[in-house]
């Protein structure tokens, strides 16, 4: 395998504007992003918890932080799912962030299967990203 760089559709948590809303009233650290309740708390934490969570979702896109925010935050995510990202935009709304689907490149790790049986150099694909001749993971 190789690690290569190559373009991908993801999902960015960025500004809506110039100006975000994003404190912390300090104490414990406290994320229930991955819990069932109707309102997700996030106390003291990074928004790398949204990262990781949108990250998470089944046959999701790759999910990265374009915000350079590098403070801790606490935030109410009033959402069923994170794969709704219409539902999850509203609740960010409030924070100044948003979720845009993009072109990034990114650093995949990259297999490519040789045929073995054939003296010529055969590469066959099982890519999830539509990459030709390639398996490809970010």
């Given amino acids: 395998g190789r690690m290569e760089m190559r373009e991908a559709l993801c999902l960015v948590l960025c500004?809506?504007?110039?100006?975000?809303?994003?404190?912390?009233?300090?104490?414990?650290?406290?994320?229930?992003?991955?819990?069932?309740?109707?309102v997700k708390k996030l106390r003291n934490t990074s928004?790398?918890?949204?990262?990781?969570?949108?990250?998470e979702q089944d046959g999701g896109k790759p999910a990265i932080d374009g915000t350079d925010f590098?403070?801790?935050?606490?935030?109410?995510?009033?959402?069923?799912?994170?794969t709704d990202i219409p539902s999850v935009n509203?609740?960010?709304?409030?924070?100044?962030?948003?979720?845009?689907?993009?072109?990034r490149e990114l650093e995949f790790f990259v297999l490519t299967e040789k045929d073995f049986a054939s003296t010529n150099?055969?590469?066959?694909?099982?890519t999830h990203f539509?990459?030709?001749?390639?398996?490809?993971v970010f």
Avoid: C
């Avoid at 539509?130 to 490809?136: E, W």
């Fill in 130 to 136: 539509n990459f030709s001749n390639d398996f490809a």
């Fill in 15 to 38: 500004p809506l504007g110039k100006e975000v809303n994003l404190t912390t009233k300090g104490g414990p650290a406290i994320s229930t992003l991955n819990t069932q309740d109707r």
């Fill in 47 to 55: 928004l790398e918890n949204i990262i990781w969570q949108l990250n």
């Fill in 70 to 82: 590098k403070g801790q935050v606490d935030m109410d995510l009033r959402i069923d799912s994170f």
């Fill in 90 to 103: 509203r609740a960010l709304k409030p924070y100044g962030l948003t979720i845009k689907e993009e072109p």
């Fill in 121 to 126: 150099r055969h590469e066959n694909t099982y």
